[in-house]
């Protein structure tokens, strides 16, 4: 897929031999995606990514996907930690608050099935920010459309847990810890990270929808 390169000095070499398993979806939290651009390709700010795809659908490379960008930060997915090491950040756009442009959904969809072929990256290992920094991160966000990725087989499906008879915050624990999701964040913070990505229409205490759309 072509793309617009926007070299940032924000990288270094993959520690212990890693290779990217996951990927990781962001959002710039800014208006100005010129701006954007520039903070990830600043020596001041010390962050990066290896991809930002402007909300009119145009895709700029900032880092070689050998590489580890530093788009992540502290958290961590399946119980493993340095996720600059094991992952393709992939900026989106987007200040936040506002849905996600289809131009801009469309590159994505463009990019990701030859990045996750190049890497060996299953559906299940297309992540958020959030998902990895549960309680410090909400990116994507609730705007972002992971169903439309889903049906695409460009990230996990929800749905499948329904068939867990107990409903409890420890049930709840054990299959969002199987999914990867780090366990040692207190209920609350695990619980809206999980709605955040697969019913962020969900509001109040734990309920048996929470569980069902949990994918297996």
């Known amino acids: ?5 926007h070299p940032s000095p924000n990288f270094g070499p993959r520690r212990d031999g890693l290779v990217p398993s996951l990927i990781v979806l962001h959002y710039t939290a800014m208006a100005d995606p010129d701006e954007a651009l520039e903070r990830l390709c600043s020596p001041e700010y010390e962050v990066s990514a290896h991809y930002l795809i402007h ?10 996907e050998d590489a580890r960008a530093w788009h992540a930060g502290a958290g961590s997915w399946g119980g493993l930690d340095d996720i600059n090491s094991r992952s393709i950040g992939i900026e989106m756009d987007n200040d936040g608050a506002s849905p996600f442009s289809d131009p801009q959904m469309a590159t994505l969809e463009a990019l990701l ?25 909400v990116d994507p966000g609730p705007r972002f459309d992971w169903a439309r990725l889903a049906r695409q087989g460009l990230a996990a499906r929800s749905g499948g847990a329904s068939s867990v008879s107990e409903l409890s915050a420890e049930t709840f624990r054990t299959c969002a810890g199987k999914l990867g999701y780090p366990t040692e964040v207190d209920d609350t ?4 990270a999980v709605r955040l990505r697969y019913r962020p229409w969900g509001t ?13």
């Open 1 to 5: 897929m072509q793309h617009i390169s």
């Open 55 to 64: 909300r009119d659908g145009r895709l700029f490379q900032m880092v070689d």
């Open 113 to 137: 099935p030859g990045v996750m072929k190049r890497w060996n990256i299953a559906p299940k290992g297309v992540i958020g920010h959030s998902d990895m920094a549960p309680g410090r991160k």
């Open 189 to 192: 913070v695990l619980l809206a």
């Open 204 to 216: 109040g205490p734990l309920s048996a929808e929470d569980l069902a759309v949990l994918p297996v």
